[in-house]
C-alpha cells in the first residue's frame, strides 16, 4: 500500500497524533452549544456546572446507548424479515425451524397445532415488542432466557429496561441540556442500557436471525489474504447485516451467474467475508473466505483482486471509497442507513417497504459484480503467499451434539481437563500493535489449559494464524489437548459479533450443569482491541452477568475517579465482576489465568 501510494488507517492514525487528552479522558462535553467544555484545574466544571464525574458518565452512556441502537437496528430488519417470510411478503425459507420452535417454547408461545409460520409470525412478534416498548411492561425475552439469580440481582438495583429503543431515548433525555445531574443516577441508566443491549439488541437480533438463516454448521474454511482467487468474479460482503447479503451468495452460486461470468472470461464467482456479515456467511454458506475484520479492509481491498465490495451497515469506513478507486474496485451500498459518496446504491428504503424485491436486488448486484470483473482486467493484482485452514460454525447445540451432552464438558471443567473459559473478542484498534494483543492473550490462555471462545473482528488474526486449526494443539495446554483431541481446536470460532449469545448461553449451560451461578464460575470476557461503541455494550452485558471484563485499552473515563471506582471497583458488590483493564497484554493474559484460578479455589476445585 505504501508503495502504491495509498494512505490507510495506520498512516492516520500516525497524523492524529497526539491524540486530544481531553477526549482520551472523557472530559469534554459538547451536549449544548454552550460549549465545547474541557475540565481542568482552572475550570472544574462546565459552563453549565457539570463536573468531570458528571461528564465522563454522560459520555459513557451516550456511547453505550449508541451500541444498544446499532445492534438494534440491524437486529429489527431481521426481526421485520421473519415476519416477512412468514407473511410470504419475503421470498424466503424459514431455514431454523429447531431453532424457532425452540425459542417459542422458552417465550411462552403455544406451539401446538400451529405451522412454522404462525410461529415465526409470534416470535417475531414478541422480538419486535421488546425492542421499542414504549408502555412500561415485562421485557419478555429477558425473562425467558436470563439465570433467575441475575434478574433478582437487577431487580435489587432497578435496572430492569422496559425495551431497547425507550433506554436509548431515555439515555439521550437525561444527557440532554440540563437533565440529569447525579453521575451515579446516569451511571444506573447505563447498566439499563447494557441489559437492554445484551437481551434485544443482542440476544433478539441472535433469535431472528438462526430462525431465519438456520444455525452454523461445522466446516472447514480457508483463512488470511493468500486464500483470494485471481481470475474469478471476486466479491467481499462486508458489514453486519446479513439478510440482502444472503440472498446475493445463494444467486451468486446459481449456474445462470457461474455461466454469464464464464462469459466474461472468468473462471467463476468466489464470495469473501469482512467484518461480520462476511462471518455470518461464512458459518452459513460453506465457501465464503474470511479475510479481515473492519481495521485491515484496505490491506485488502489494495491486494487489487476485488471486483465489488458489498457495504451494508457499520464498521464500514469511509476510507474505503478512497482505496477503492485506486484499484477501480466498484463500491455498492445496501442500506438507507450507511451511504458512501461516490458508491453506488441498490438496498433497502427506510421504510423496509420494498423487502419483497431482495431477489431482485441480488441478481441486480450480482451482475453489477461480473460487469466490473470485466472493466477491471488492466488492473495489477497482488496477493500475499499465506493461508491456513480454521475450524468454523461451533455453538452449543454443537458441542452438545459432539460430546453427547452438557455434563461430558461441565465434568472436564470441574476436574481441570479445562481450566476455564473465556470468551475473547471485540474490535481491533490502531491505539495498540494491530491484532497483536489478541493473539498474544490467546496465546498464553491455551497454553494454560484455557478454551478460547471468539467472534467478531477479534476472530480474524486468531482464523489468519492458525488457533482456529487443529495443529494449534500443539501450543495447548496438555489438559486441554487430551480433551481436545483428536480434531477440535483450542479457540472454538462462535461466528460474529452478535453471537456473544452463543457464548453467555454456553456459560449458562454449563453454569446450571454444575449447579453453580454464572458469577461464581471460572469464566471471564476479554476485548483487548475494543474501540467502538458496541464494544462497550458487549463488556456491560457480560459484566452483567457477573463475569469480569479484560481489555487492554481504556474507556474515556480517567477524567473522572468515582467512575473508573465504579466500573473498577464497585460492581463487585452489586453485580459480581469489574472491567479490568491493563494496556501491557501480557500481563493482562496473565491477571485472567490468576482471576481463573482465584475462581477455581473458591468452587473448591483442584
Known sequence: MEKAGCETCFDRFDKQKPQCSFGIAGVCCRNCNMG??????????????????????????????????????????????????????????????????????????????????EIASEVADILIEDLCRAVPGKHKTLHAFAPEERIRVWEELDILPIGAYHEV???????????????????????????????????????AMDSLFGMPQR?????????????????AVHGHSPLLVSEIVKQGRSQEFIN???????????????????????????????????????????TGAIDLWVADVQDVYPSIMEVAKCFKTTVVTTSDSARLPGAEHYGYDHMHSNLSETKALARKIIKRAIDSFASRRDVPVFIPQYEVEAEVGFSLEYAISHFGSIEVIADALRDGKIAGIVNLVGCNNPRVIYEKAITDIASILIQNNILVLTNGCASFPLLKLGFCNKSALSMTGSELREFLQPDLPPVWHMGECL?????????????????????????????????????????LGFRLLGINSYHSVYPPVQGSEKVMKFLFEDTQKTLGSVMVVEVDHEKLAERIVSDIKNKRKALGWE
Not at 225 to 231: I, Q, Y
Not at 276 to 286: E, F, I, P, T, V
Not at 287 to 296: D, E, F, H, K, T
Not at 513 to 538: R, Y
Open 36 to 117: 465545547p467544555c474541557r475540565i481542568t484545574k482552572k475550570s472544574p466544571k462546565g459552563v453549565c456546572g457539570a463536573d468531570a464525574d458528571l461528564i465522563v458518565a454522560r459520555n459513557l452512556l451516550r456511547w453505550v446507548a449508541a451500541g444498544v441502537a446499532a445492534h438494534g437496528a440491524r437486529g429489527r430488519e431481521i426481526m421485520l424479515a421473519l415476519k416477512a417470510a412468514a407473511q410470504g411478503l419475503l421470498e424466503m425459507p424459514i431455514a431454523g425451524a429447531d431453532k424457532l420452535k425452540k425459542s417459542a417454547v422458552q417465550l411462552g408461545i403455544n406451539t401446538e397445532g400451529k405451522t412454522l409460520e
Open 169 to 207: 431515548f431515555e439515555a439521550l433525555h437525561r444527557t440532554s441540556t440540563g437533565t440529569d445531574g447525579d453521575w451515579e443516577n446516569v451511571m444506573k441508566q447505563f447498566l439499563r442500557c447494557g441489559l437492554a443491549f445484551a437481551w434485544t439488541s443482542v440476544l433478539g437480533s441472535s433469535i
Open 219 to 235: 466446516r472447514t474454511v480457508r483463512a488470511n489474504l493468500g486464500a483470494l482467487k485471481e481470475g474469478y468474479v471476486n466479491i
Open 260 to 302: 454469464l461470468a464464464k462469459q466474461k472470461g472468468a473462471l467463476g464467482i468466489q464470495f469473501y467475508g469482512i467484518c461480520c456479515s462476511g462471518l455470518s456467511a461464512m458459518y452459513r454458506y460453506g465457501g465464503v473466505i474470511p479475510l479481515s475484520n473492519a481495521i485491515g479492509v484496505e490491506l485488502v481491498l489494495g
Open 499 to 539: 453471537d456473544n449469545a452463543r457464548a453467555s448461553a454456553f456459560f449458562r449451560a454449563l453454569a446450571d450443569a454444575l449447579g453453580k451461578d454464572i458469577k461464581d464460575m471460572p469464566f471471564a470476557f476479554a476485548s483487548p482491541e475494543w474501540s467502538n461503541e458496541k464494544g462497550v455494550g458487549a463488556a
